[in-house]
């Protein structure tokens, strides 16, 4: 593989690493919140107007920033029985017919994600609800994730691209196989 390649997959997954660890943090907003709604709804019978719209609204760009990394460390499902029955040459195979399906997937959505985002943003869209919370930063965090998603899928379909078909003795020899 070209260094500068290199780089850039290097570049993108880090990228998409840090978004990962940055959304993450989201959960220390979401759960004092929702620990807050729930004593306040069955402790007082006193619920609030914004703990749950904001949980939701958390929850959604939680876990479409996720994705991306989440595919780098091969995290989403998979069909791992069958494909642990397989040899390496066969697993490479599949992993270069899934990831441009995955990118295709993520153009797609991409393409008709991006025109309601923007008019979100145009309008500073807000939720209608007693709260009122502004929602277009969430609708935003839907092209932007698929954006990031795309670059993570073309990087992994590269990184299995230029891979070298290796050995299950060569993989043994440098103890990348379970015994």
Not at 86 to 113: E, G, K
Request: proline share 7%; net charge neutral.
């Amino acid at each position: 593989m070209p260094r500068w390649l290199a780089a850039l997959i290097g570049a993108i997954t880090a990228v998409n690493r840090w978004v990962f660890l940055a959304t993450a943090t989201l959960m220390a907003v979401v759960v004092p919140v929702m620990l807050y709604e729930v004593v306040a709804r069955y402790g007082f019978n006193a619920p609030t107007v914004w703990g749950m719209e904001l949980a939701v609204l958390i929850f959604g760009p939680y876990f479409l920033f996720g994705g991306p990394y989440l595919l780098h460390l091969q995290g989403h499902v998979a069909l791992d029985l069958l494909r642990q029955r397989l040899d390496a040459r066969w697993n490479r195979f599949f992993d270069l017919l899934n990831y441009p399906i995955i990118m295709a997937f993520c153009t797609i959505l991409l393409v008709f994600s991006v025109p309601p985002a923007l008019s979100a943003w145009e309008y500073r869209e807000t939720s209608f609800s007693a709260w009122n919370p502004p929602i277009w930063p969430v609708k935003l965090a839907v092209p932007l994730a698929l954006a990031l998603m795309l670059l993570q899928a073309a990087a992994e379909f590269l990184r299995v691209l230029f891979q070298q078909p290796a050995d299950k003795s060569d993989a043994i020899a440098q103890g990348e196989v379970a015994l």
